[in-house]
């Protein structure tokens, strides 16, 4: 599966930002998929997923109640929302998507492919 990442931008702090990622090739439809963000200086850090359903999302702690996910299988597109951005969410954001079967997934090595990533630029 190939994945590519669109939406990201810049935006002021408390905006909001939609990005997507779209897949071509290989069967999207059994695959979770996760997103991600490295910050200048700091890790890869897991920041949602959605399971290949669709009924199974996860968040990280530091996201829950300002970040929203959704897949539609049949645009093979995962959307991911994001509201009341603050200045440490800039980052480059990544999703991912998981090994067949995989589910929940929060590690890196439980992701098999990866888009090339989207800039998001918070300002105040």
């Known amino acids: 599966v190939q994945l590519v990442e669109s939406g990201g931008g810049s935006v002021q702090a408390g905006g909001s930002l939609r990005l997507s990622c779209i897949a071509s090739?290989?069967?999207?439809?059994?695959?979770?998929v996760g997103w991600f963000r490295q910050a200048p200086g700091k890790d890869l850090e897991f920041v949602a997923g959605?399971?290949?359903?669709?009924?199974?999302?996860v968040y990280a702690d530091s996201v829950k109640r300002r970040f929203t996910i959704s897949r539609d299988n049949a645009k093979s597109t995962v959307y991911r929302g994001m509201n009341s951005l603050k200045i440490a969410g800039t980052a480059k954001y990544y999703c991912?998507?998981?090994?067949?079967?995989?589910?929940?997934?929060?590690?890196?090595?439980?992701?098999?492919?990866w888009g090339p990533g989207t800039q998001v630029t918070v300002s105040s």
């Open positions: 959605v399971s290949w359903t669709g009924v199974s999302i």
């Open positions: 090739a290989g069967t999207f439809r059994s695959i979770g």
């Open positions: 991912a998507g998981t090994f067949p079967g995989v589910w929940p997934a929060r590690a890196r090595f439980e992701y098999q492919c």
